[in-house]
């Protein structure tokens, strides 16, 4: 093997390694209802909340992440979404409680908590 293909192997393997510590525990699917994770649920009790690292959509909302820091378990999140036509920036609070548990406060109100979706 040639030094070039070894020192793009090792470059590859720290790249893949970053990108598998990146990943938030947070990301996924999460409702308050389990049937929120069989079906899109038509109210915020039954709609599902869809987590990435860019992006939040949860019943009407619409929202890429803008500013966003981390304390402990908990997502600190300035979101900016689109609610049936109205633009606004929220703030929004992810809590990781347990592996399978999440406590939401949605643009200052709290949220019963959500269970991660199978």
Do not use: F, H
């Given at each position: 093997?040639?030094?070039?293909?070894?020192?793009?192997?090792?470059g590859a393997?720290?790249?893949?390694a970053?990108?598998?510590c990146?990943?938030?525990?947070i990301?996924?699917?999460?409702a308050?209802d389990p049937q929120?994770?069989?079906?899109d649920?038509?109210?915020?009790?039954?709609?599902?909340?869809?987590?990435?690292?860019?992006?939040?959509?949860?019943?009407?909302?619409?929202?890429?992440v803008?500013?966003?820091y981390?304390?402990?378990?908990?997502?600190?999140?300035?979101?900016?979404?689109?609610?049936?036509?109205?633009?606004?920036?929220?703030?929004?609070?992810?809590?990781?409680?347990?592996?399978?548990?999440?406590a939401?406060?949605w643009?200052?109100?709290?949220?019963?908590?959500?269970?991660?979706?199978?």
């Amino acid at each position: 093997m040639t030094r070039e293909a070894m020192i793009w192997m090792v470059g590859a393997a720290i790249a893949l390694a970053d990108a598998a510590c990146a990943e938030e525990p947070i990301n996924g699917r999460w409702a308050i209802d389990p049937q929120g994770c069989k079906i899109d649920g038509d109210t915020s009790e039954t709609a599902p909340l869809y987590v990435t690292e860019k992006t939040l959509k949860w019943w009407v909302a619409d929202c890429r992440v803008g500013k966003s820091y981390k304390i402990g378990n908990a997502l600190y999140i300035q979101a900016r979404c689109s609610n049936e036509g109205t633009r606004s920036s929220i703030p929004v609070k992810l809590d990781l409680v347990s592996r399978d548990r999440l406590a939401v406060t949605w643009d200052g109100s709290k949220v019963r908590d959500m269970r991660r979706c199978k």
